[in-house]
């Protein structure tokens, strides 16, 4: 499966592969209570949440890294 940015957090979160390049640019978060409010939105959907503190250069970086896999 490819993954991108608009990938949604829970396929993502399935592969062990792109749960790595998210601890790696965003650290763990796994613990954060609102994650599942947001397991179906892509994460660029979830970067466009102001408290999702994940700015654009960081997104960029992490759909270049997710397109590698």
Known sequence: M???VDSTLKELLADERA???LRKHLGDRSNDPRIN???YLS???I???PEAGISQEKLKA???DLRKL
């Open 37 to 39: 409010m947001v397991l």
């Open 43 to 45: 994460l660029r959907t």
């Open 19 to 21: 749960r790595e390049v």
């Open 2 to 4: 490819a993954f991108s």
């Open 62 to 64: 992490i759909d270049e």
């Open 47 to 49: 970067a466009s949440f």
